[in-house]
């Protein structure tokens, strides 16, 4: 209790309050168990916000993190060759559309990154005034100036205005507002095939091929954003493949180090030719602890097996969801293990009564809970999740 005392008194004195945290302190997990400092189990169903898809106390990724260490070596800055950014660059070349990878280090520097790719190239065109970015309503790229600035979110903007210019807003999934909104002017266009933050929305594929015709017609440079919604999640390794569709460029992060933190820009040779040295840049982009991580995750993850098994729990999953039989779901979304319930009532709440029930939870907006588990969760963990939540859903107005 002691410890417990102290982290969340520390917390609350010393971290700056850009977080609202519960009342219980988590010090280790297996599977998809974390558990707190009195032994008590969560059932995790956030997994870092969709970060964890291995899970807790993996050996595969204990080994790949040991083997690194045992060189002596995390870190020697991307002024020199090492091997596991390499190879980690081969994988996901191997395994999608592109044909090169930049590393970085979160969601949002991928973005910000893939925006500056967009600029050059529009640059390079010689193209006077080819610099918009065009984004979608519902979307979320992340928290820094650029990536926010193609986060149209009022909340999350307007304390921090002026925003960077050259962004304009379309309507999500709405074709004739693409086709109004993105012009000769536009350098890029910026898109979540699977939105997460805003409330878990799948693009349609109609939309995904406008999009692509759009940019082609434009010579804008189309970005998949899957940060959340790609490597596996959606139950095959990318979520636009469903679409049939291909992007330009593609930005990663969540999941790909299973933890560790990393971002990855996957481009076509059409964009790297743009490219030069110096371009862009990072101190700890890459560096061999995280790559050597994530190229374990990589190759894990891409195994059809592997996929099959998400399919297979995910379709349980909205199957069982859908059974649920409560006044307070509207209405069940999702697509393989990234799926949610919008509620007639406040999301917080329901994620409150989660805790007491041993279940972890997190919306998507004010109304949704999301479901981003590890992504080796079985059919017996959806089963107790379903009769957590019809429990929580009895109980969460007394
Ligand atoms: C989380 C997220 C980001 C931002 O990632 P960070 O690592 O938090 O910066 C960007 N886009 C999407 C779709 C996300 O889910």
Same mark, same amino acid.
């Given at each position: ?46 997994a870092g916000?969709a970060v964890n898809s291995l ?130 002017? @536009?350098? %890029? =266009? ?5 939105? &997460?933050?805003? $409330?878990?929305?799948? !693009? ?23 940060i959340q919604?790609g490597l596996g999640r ?18 990663l992060a969540k999941p790909l180090a299973n933890g ?7 481009? @076509?040779? %059409? =964009? ?5 040295? &110096?371009?862009? $840049?990072?101190?700890? !982009? ?11 995750v990589?190759?894990?993850i ?72 590890p992504l ?23």
């Amino acid at each position: 209790m002691q410890t417990t005392n102290n982290a969340i008194s520390n917390e609350q004195n010393y971290v700056l309050q850009t977080y609202v945290r519960p009342d219980f302190v988590l010090v280790r997990g297996n599977g998809i168990n974390l558990y707190d400092e009195d032994g008590k189990a969560y059932q995790d169903w956030v997994a870092g916000i969709a970060v964890n898809s291995l899970g807790y106390n993996d050996s595969g990724v204990a080994q790949a993190m040991q083997e690194q260490a045992a060189t002596g070596v995390l870190h020697v800055s991307n002024l020199y060759h090492t091997e596991p950014h390499a190879r980690l660059a081969k994988q996901l070349v191997e395994n999608s559309f592109a044909d090169r990878v930049y590393f970085c280090n979160s969601g949002a520097e991928a973005n910000e990154g893939a925006l500056k790719f967009a600029r050059r190239v529009a640059f390079n065109s010689e193209a006077t005034d080819k610099t918009d970015i065009v984004t979608f309503s519902g979307a979320f790229h992340g928290r820094t100036m650029g990536a926010l600035a193609v986060t149209p979110k009022d909340k999350y903007q307007t304390p921090f205005k002026p925003m960077m210019p050259g962004v304009t807003v379309a309507e999500f999934n709405n074709i004739d507002s693409a086709k109004e909104t993105i012009t000769a002017k @536009t350098a %890029a =266009v910026i898109v979540e095939p699977l939105q &997460g933050e805003g $409330g878990i929305h799948p !693009a349609t594929n109609e939309f995904l091929r406008a999009l692509r015709q759009l940019c082609d017609d434009h010579q804008a440079m189309l970005i998949f954003d899957e940060i959340q919604c790609g490597l596996g999640r959606t139950g095959t390794l990318w979520a636009h493949e469903v679409s049939g569709v291909t992007p330009d460029m593609m930005t990663l992060a969540k999941p790909l180090a299973n933890g560790l933190p990393i971002g990855a820009i996957l481009v @076509t040779q %059409a =964009v790297a030719d743009n490219i030069r040295p &110096g371009d862009h $840049g990072s101190t700890f !982009a890459g560096g061999l602890l995280v790559t050597n991580v994530a190229s374990h995750v990589v190759e894990r993850i891409r195994q059809p097996e592997f996929l099959a098994h998400v399919q297979e729990v995910g379709e349980y999953l909205m199957e069982r969801l859908e059974e649920v039989n409560s006044p307070l779901i509207r209405e069940v979304r999702g697509r393989g293990l990234m799926a949610a319930i919008e509620l007639t009532i406040e999301a917080p709440s329901v994620i409150k009564k989660g805790y007491e029930q041993g279940i972890l939870l997190v919306n998507a907006g004010p109304n949704t809970i999301r479901f981003v588990p590890p992504l080796i969760i079985e059919k017996s963990d959806v089963d107790s999740l379903i009769d957590k939540l019809t429990t929580i859903l009895e109980h969460v107005n007394e």
